[in-house]
């Protein structure tokens, strides 16, 4: 089959109206619909990894967050290779194959969560290929920037970018449904603990009986309950037993440190030990579900859009080589751009990847604590939704002036954050402001990102080849992160239960990425006005 075009010309107005038009919106109707996929396969791990401890897994905070981050680290790097490959192998090879890649990890997961024994470096590479649906976006974007005329880049874009990203709420929406069907394989028993109940199974057991149960436990998983508890409180109580034997220590723990750091265990161990302190709690639940439908769910419609892309894609005309793009990093608006558009797409997809595990560690150890999956996909659906509406505003009012607001926006939101205590609560009634100045976050991020995609086109209006490369670049750098948010915030949270100093270090990169935005794209008499 005929790959490349014989002529592409999307500013001749006669040629759009006669071929141009039909060619490139089926082009982005078929591109668009693969990256939802490329989106939910990118954060399919962020919503499975929450499941994983009560299923069985015997997996630590800090490696839940890492198979969150991976993903992110994948994406970034493999965005780098998709920025420079469209113009070599054309729009119907890339996205065929970069959708048959995405079977990878959709299949490979499938199978791995269905056995507990399942070692955490398989999930770790499997993560690790979870980064091609991340990798697809800096080629897919590119390749419809060049397929449209300038008037109608930023709607193109928005629309694509902004559809593109519902995958991740697709992911984060569809994983509590998918649970409970069977495609494939048999269910498992998924325990969750009550923090609640297991209060009230400590209040009523004798400090002797606890003391009992706690000892017959081996040391290594002594030291691991240990360390939920938060380190003021466990350095206060060592100094007042002035002991070393950890049962000890954990007996002279206050009433409810001792039962939220039961509850903060996996859950299968923290079942076991409630059942010795009390054979007929109600702190412990068990539901039966598929969780590997949550990853074999997307196979058909993967192989679907394959064959699709395969026989209905056409590539422009524009083969060059890898050493010839390389062009744009003499540019310094590429670094400008670079920057701006990690705070725009970096705090939307880092937030989306995190979102689960913040709502999981920071408020999972209250009575009557939240389901993390079913307040996790309004963030992304906000900020893709948003995206998409204010791809056209940015095309009649210009997207420099949207990226400064969104700086703004994400600012406030951080800002509040930290000095309202919500990322080291003290109780459920904090949760819905939480909740709330996250998903203002994402939708300013969303706005962010509708206007850094109109920019890039403006800002190296002198050649196109060049803006498509630029595209990739910074969403591939921006592509980071998932790993930097969850990897950062997993460590904030493991070495002190809080992440107020994850988004300290927020506020001061979008005050310099806002500032950057603001003097050489949106003020008035600036060099690259956008």
Same mark, same amino acid.
């Given at each position: 089959?005929?790959?490349?075009?014989?002529?592409?010309?999307?500013?001749?107005?006669?040629?759009?109206?006669?071929?141009?038009?039909?060619?490139?919106?089926?082009?982005?109707?078929?591109?668009? *619909?693969? *990256?939802?996929?490329?989106?939910?396969?990118?954060?399919?791990?962020?919503? $499975?990894?929450?499941?994983?401890?009560?299923?069985?897994?015997?997996?630590?905070?800090?490696?839940?967050?890492?198979?969150?981050?991976?993903?992110?680290?994948?994406?970034?790097?493999?965005?780098?290779?998709?920025?420079?490959?469209?113009?070599?192998?054309?729009?119907?090879?890339?996205?065929?194959?970069?959708?048959?890649? /995405?079977?990878?990890?959709?299949?490979?997961?499938?199978?791995?969560?269905?056995?507990?024994?399942?070692?955490?470096?398989?999930?770790?590479?499997?993560?690790?290929?979870?980064?091609?649906?991340?990798?697809?976006?800096?080629?897919?974007?590119?390749?419809?920037?060049?397929?449209?005329?300038?008037?109608?880049?930023?709607?193109?874009?928005?629309?694509?970018?902004?559809?593109?990203?519902?995958?991740?709420?697709?992911?984060?929406?569809?994983?509590?449904?998918?649970?409970?069907?069977?495609?494939?394989?048999?269910?498992?028993?998924?325990?969750?603990?009550?923090?609640?109940?297991?209060?009230?199974?400590?209040?009523?057991?004798?400090?002797?009986?606890?003391?009992?149960?706690? !000892?017959?436990?081996?040391?290594?998983?002594?030291?691991?309950?240990?360390?939920?508890? /938060?380190?003021?409180?466990?350095?206060?109580?060592?100094?007042?037993?002035?002991?070393?034997?950890?049962?000890?220590?954990?007996?002279?723990?206050?009433?409810?440190?001792? @039962?939220?750091?039961?509850? +903060?265990?996996?859950?299968?161990? !923290?079942?076991?030990? *409630?059942?010795?302190?009390?054979?007929?709690?109600?702190?412990?639940?068990?539901?039966?579900?598929?969780?590997?439908?949550?990853?074999?769910?997307?196979?058909?419609?993967?192989?679907?859009?394959?064959?699709?892309?395969?026989?209905?894609?056409?590539?422009?005309?524009?083969?060059?080589?890898?050493?010839?793009?390389?062009? $744009?990093?003499? +540019?310094?608006?590429?670094?400008?751009?670079?920057?701006?558009?990690?705070?725009?797409?970096?705090?939307?997809?880092?937030?989306?990847?995190?979102?689960?595990?913040?709502?999981?560690?920071?408020?999972?150890?209250?009575?009557?604590?939240?389901?993390?999956?079913? #307040?996790?996909? #309004?963030?992304?659906?906000?900020?893709?939704? @948003?995206?998409?509406?204010?791809?056209?505003?940015?095309?009649?009012?210009?997207? !420099?002036?949207?990226?400064?607001?969104?700086?703004?926006?994400?600012?406030?939101?951080?800002?509040?954050?930290?000095?309202?205590?919500?990322? @080291?609560?003290?109780?459920?009634?904090?949760?819905?402001?939480?909740?709330?100045?996250?998903?203002?976050?994402?939708?300013?991020?969303?706005?962010?990102?509708?206007?850094?995609?109109?920019?890039?086109?403006?800002?190296? @209006?002198?050649? =196109?080849?060049?803006?498509?490369?630029?595209?990739?670049?910074?969403?591939?750098?921006?592509?980071?992160?998932?790993?930097?948010?969850?990897?950062?915030?997993?460590? +904030?949270?493991?070495?002190?239960?809080?992440?107020? =100093?994850?988004?300290?270090?927020?506020?001061?990169?979008?005050?310099?990425?806002?500032?950057?935005?603001?003097?050489?794209?949106?003020?008035?008499?600036?060099?690259?006005?956008?």
């Amino acid at each position: 089959m005929k790959t490349w075009l014989d002529k592409w010309e999307p500013e001749d107005e006669t040629f759009w109206k006669n071929t141009g038009s039909k060619i490139a919106w089926k082009t982005l109707t078929i591109t668009t *619909l693969s *990256l939802i996929l490329s989106f939910a396969s990118w954060f399919m791990m962020s919503v $499975i990894a929450v499941k994983l401890p009560g299923l069985g897994f015997p997996f630590s905070k800090d490696q839940l967050f890492w198979l969150v981050a991976i993903p992110g680290l994948a994406a970034g790097f493999l965005r780098i290779i998709h920025t420079f490959i469209l113009p070599i192998f054309g729009t119907r090879h890339v996205v065929a194959l970069a959708t048959l890649l /995405k079977l990878i990890p959709v299949i490979g997961i499938g199978f791995a969560v269905m056995d507990t024994n399942t070692p955490f470096w398989v999930f770790a590479v499997l993560a690790f290929t979870c980064g091609f649906g991340g990798g697809d976006f800096s080629s897919f974007m590119p390749s419809t920037s060049l397929f449209f005329p300038k008037r109608l880049k930023g709607t193109a874009l928005g629309i694509q970018a902004g559809i593109g990203n519902f995958g991740v709420s697709l992911a984060q929406f569809v994983t509590p449904l998918i649970l409970s069907v069977s495609i494939y394989g048999a269910s498992s028993v998924f325990t969750s603990v009550d923090a609640k109940e297991t209060l009230n199974v400590f209040k009523d057991s004798t400090v002797e009986k606890q003391k009992e149960v706690f !000892a017959a436990l081996d040391a290594e998983v002594q030291t691991k309950i240990l360390d939920n508890v /938060k380190k003021p409180v466990l350095d206060s109580v060592c100094e007042a037993t002035q002991s070393v034997e950890k049962a000890e220590i954990f007996t002279a723990l206050p009433l409810k440190a001792k @039962s939220k750091a039961i509850a +903060n265990a996996n859950p299968k161990l !923290a079942e076991k030990i *409630l059942n010795k302190l009390n054979p007929e709690n109600e702190a412990v639940t068990h539901k039966k579900i598929y969780i590997q439908s949550a990853a074999f769910w997307y196979t058909s419609f993967l192989l679907i859009l394959a064959v699709i892309s395969w026989f209905f894609l056409k590539s422009i005309p524009m083969q060059t080589s890898i050493k010839e793009q390389m062009d $744009i990093f003499k +540019n310094k608006h590429t670094w400008f751009c670079t920057i701006t558009y990690v705070m725009t797409f970096g705090t939307f997809a880092g937030l989306s990847a995190a979102f689960p595990l913040m709502i999981k560690y920071l408020y999972g150890d209250f009575p009557d604590a939240p389901d993390p999956l079913v #307040y996790a996909f #309004y963030g992304p659906l906000i900020g893709s939704a @948003s995206r998409v509406a204010f791809g056209f505003v940015a095309d009649k009012i210009g997207g !420099a002036i949207l990226t400064t607001i969104t700086g703004f926006g994400i600012l406030t939101g951080a800002i509040i954050l930290v000095t309202q205590g919500l990322v @080291s609560p003290t109780s459920m009634d904090q949760f819905p402001l939480f909740v709330g100045v996250i998903l203002s976050m994402f939708f300013f991020t969303g706005v962010g990102n509708a206007g850094t995609f109109r920019q890039f086109p403006i800002i190296f @209006s002198e050649n =196109q080849r060049q803006a498509a490369g630029v595209i990739g670049w910074t969403a591939a750098i921006a592509a980071f992160g998932p790993f930097i948010f969850s990897k950062l915030i997993g460590n +904030n949270i493991t070495a002190n239960g809080t992440v107020n =100093q994850f988004f300290i270090g927020l506020i001061l990169f979008t005050i310099l990425a806002t500032t950057i935005n603001w003097w050489f794209y949106n003020r008035k008499g600036c060099e690259k006005p956008s």
